[in-house]
């Protein structure tokens, strides 16, 4: 076996980061076991994909994911969401805003379902959210904002399109284009879990390598007593100001070659 | 009544500034919008006027950037921003009843109110924008009865969700828009969980509002309606078994500031003469709903547009500010163009003037019942937020209507202790 092994994501419970959130100095503890765990990246709320796992307390993962990402200024960051309740458009401008406020170290991880709530009447395909909210990324090119001053041009505006997306009956009808630019990373890293058909993902996430060793693996969050020298961990070693490496760099993804075209 | 010293202060977020042309008088990147930077700065600037909130509109729907840039980023995201970089500061995001799913929505805001220590509060809007409903699959939007029976609907569901989650007792909802059984399990904020605002000015905000609002962002331009409608709120709150005290009528309140009244409004007219043509003609026309811009300036505004009986129902915009502005513009229609130049806050009162001049307006609607508070919409972000922190901040101080530390951290807990005159 020689492979070169993969840079390695680390998955926080839903349980940890609700725990560590509602207790002061939580998500600095938090951040500490995370860096122990030697990944280059963190996924939260993924339990919701999860039958078994999906129903204990948990944060909204867009709402936690600044406090942790601030915590961890040279990580990457998934957050997990589903078409169970949300909707293509407000999940895209999100993780969006999040690439952009965390300096390009986003991604999204897309499930089938979310096994934490209740469905609604309308079920929608997975795929279809997926493609929605990468098509929806991809409308305003972030070089298009020019800001020149003296002639009062913001943007040029010729370079934002509309998606104009029509899923047909029972399908998603979306205009775009998204209130967000396109970020430093070109657009946010998007994964889809393992139980998921989506093509167009930059990446396959799954608890285990399987088989096929598509899926890229996940690795348990260390216990908090297993955590050594917190204090050395969370002092700022690193030079945040040079070392402004996206998650796509963390990963070695490739920057979508369609934005900004 | 308001007590002493419980002056109500929030700051409107809008792009660079609430002045269109804010990112060409300032030295700052257009991309400053999209970094975490940049908003935490403005919070802890904020933070230090011991300003009680920030707050941020919504509109998930792109506008012209180049007539406005302003929400580049999701409110609750850019709060996130603000909330890392601060400790008290109160934290109001705008989130449609209408395009949003309810339990989506209390689990994402309760989880944010969580993380921030018990700071955020929800404006709840019904969205009545026709560039929004295309990118919801909806060919338009519904008319204003279904839209706010619907909104009263989510309000009502996302409360109980937030009680579930600190009870653990199930939800059984079987509503007319929505139905849903369980509970959410997002573990409750230092104030239990958010702060409801409302900002719609029609009848059907209004009634919204005096049942479960605990703040009011209202539409005003001059005192004495500003005093009527206080009143209304605060007596229909009161038939719901509520007290007049429970919630808190905020108008905006734009703001202009220079160190003599001809600086501030040198500053003014150079804002004004950098905005896109014809900006505050457009802002007038959607608040009239009429097209203007083939009027004579030299000539009154036609009657027929201002005496248009307006349908509830069906008549899209807000009827806040319609009502506001119509009565506001027959007081001051000698030509358009005059109309225009005192149209500055583009529908909110504005003061261009001194700090002192500042003061004395807020002073004035402050103890004469016309407002327990404001969210000041200024002119240039940081520089104008600075001197609002520097310099109107302290005479307010001074004069006895603002407070001089933060009384709690939550924010809930602040305005119930601003409301019992602590």
Redesign the interface.
């Given at each position: 076996m020689t492979e070169t092994p993969a840079p390695t994501i680390v998955t926080v419970p839903d349980a940890d980061l609700?725990?560590a959130?509602?207790r002061p100095g939580g998500?600095a503890r938090l951040a500490d076991r995370i860096r122990a765990s030697g990944a280059v990246a963190v996924a939260i709320g993924t339990d919701r994909f999860d039958l078994e796992r999906g129903?204990?307390?948990?944060?909204?993962p867009?709402?936690?994911?600044?406090?942790l990402g601030?915590a961890l200024p040279t990580h990457g960051l998934l957050v997990a969401a589903a078409p169970t309740?949300?909707?293509p458009?407000?999940v895209a401008?999100?993780v969006l805003?999040?690439d952009?406020?965390?300096?390009a170290r986003v991604g999204l991880v897309v499930g089938a379902r979310d096994h934490?709530?209740?469905v609604?009447?309308e079920q929608h395909d997975v795929a279809e959210f997926a493609e929605v909210v990468r098509g929806l990324w991809r409308t305003?090119p972030?070089d298009s904002?020019?800001?020149d001053?003296e002639a009062?041009?913001?943007?040029d505006?010729k370079r934002?399109r509309p998606l104009d997306h029509d899923g047909g009956p029972g399908g998603?009808?979306?205009?775009?284009?998204?209130?967000?630019?396109s970020s430093r990373q070109g657009e946010p890293v998007l994964a889809v879990w393992h139980d998921v058909a989506y093509e167009g993902a930059d990446l396959v996430l799954g608890a285990h390598r399987d088989d096929t060793g598509v899926a890229h693996p996940l690795i348990p969050l260390p216990a908090a007593a297993d955590v050594s020298e917190p204090s050395r961990a969370s002092s700022p070693t690193t030079d945040t100001a040079t070392d402004r490496r996206t998650l796509r760099d963390l990963l070695g993804l490739p920057v979508p070659a369609t934005v900004g075209a | 009544m308001s007590a002493d010293a419980g002056l109500i202060l929030g700051v409107n977020l809008q792009g660079f500034g609430q002045r269109p042309?804010a990112?060409?008088t300032q030295d700052v990147?257009?991309?400053d919008l999209?970094?975490?930077e940049f908003?935490g700065d403005i919070g802890r600037i904020a933070e230090r006027g011991l300003l009680d909130m920030v707050f941020f509109a919504d509109?998930?729907?792109?506008g012209?950037?180049?007539v406005r840039?302003y929400?580049?980023?999701?409110p609750?995201?850019?709060l996130?921003?603000i909330?890392?970089a601060t400790t008290h500061l109160g934290l109001v995001g705008t989130a449609s009843t209408t395009?949003?799913?309810p339990?989506?929505l209390a689990?994402?805001?309760l989880?944010?109110d969580?993380?921030s220590g018990g700071r955020v509060a929800w404006n709840a809007v019904t969205t009545y924008d026709r560039s929004v409903s295309?990118?919801?699959?909806v060919a338009t939007n519904p008319e204003r009865p279904e839209r706010y029976a619907r909104a009263g609907e989510v309000v009502d569901l996302v409360q109980a969700l937030w009680r579930s989650a600190a009870t653990g007792v199930p939800v059984d909802h079987h509503g007319e828009f929505t139905?849903?059984?369980?509970a959410i399990?997002?573990?409750p904020s230092a104030q239990g969980h958010p702060v409801v605002f409302q900002a719609g000015g029609s009848p059907h905000g209004r009634d919204l509002a005096a049942r479960v609002a605990e703040g009011v962002f209202a539409v005003e331009l001059t005192p004495e309606p500003a005093r009527e409608h206080y009143r209304a709120v605060k007596q229909a709150a009161e038939t719901y078994g509520r007290r007049a005290a429970d919630v808190a009528i905020v108008p905006g309140l734009s703001l202009v500031l220079g160190s003599t009244e001809a600086e501030a409004q040198r500053r003014f007219d150079e804002l004004e003469a950098?905005a896109?043509d014809g900006y505050s003609l457009r802002a007038l026309g959607t608040h009239l709903d009429a097209d203007l811009t083939d009027l004579d300036p030299e000539a009154p505004i036609p009657a027929p547009i201002l005496d248009r009986e307006v349908d509830p129902v069906t008549y899209g915009p807000s009827l806040g500010y319609h009502e506001t502005v119509v009565r506001w513009v027959r007081s001051h229609n000698t030509s358009l163009r005059e109309v225009l130049r005192g149209f500055g806050g583009y529908g909110a009162r504005i003061v261009v003037g001194t700090p002192e001049q500042a003061a004395d307006t807020i002073e004035e609607w402050y103890r004469t019942g016309a407002a327990d508070g404001f969210n000041l919409m200024i002119d240039e972000f940081p520089r104008g937020l600075e001197t609002v922190v520097d310099e109107l901040v302290p005479i307010l101080q001074r004069r006895g209507v603002f407070h001089r530390a933060y009384e709690d951290v939550t924010l809930r807990g602040r305005l119930g202790a601003r409301a019992r005159g602590l």
């Open positions: 609700a725990a959130a509602a998500i129903r204990g307390h948990r944060l909204d867009t709402a936690a994911a600044l406090a601030r309740r949300e909707h458009y407000n401008r999100r805003s999040l952009h406020v965390l300096d934490g709530l209740p609604t009447a305003w972030l904002i020019v800001g001053r009062g041009r913001f943007a505006t934002i998603y009808r979306v205009r775009g284009p998204l209130t967000t630019p | 042309a990112w060409r990147e257009p991309t999209l970094t975490a908003w509109h998930p729907a792109l012209d950037p180049n840039a929400g580049l980023l999701e609750f995201v850019a996130g921003a909330a890392d395009y949003n799913d339990v989506d689990e994402r805001l989880s944010l969580t993380v295309a990118n919801f699959g139905e849903f059984a369980g399990s997002v573990p950098l896109p």
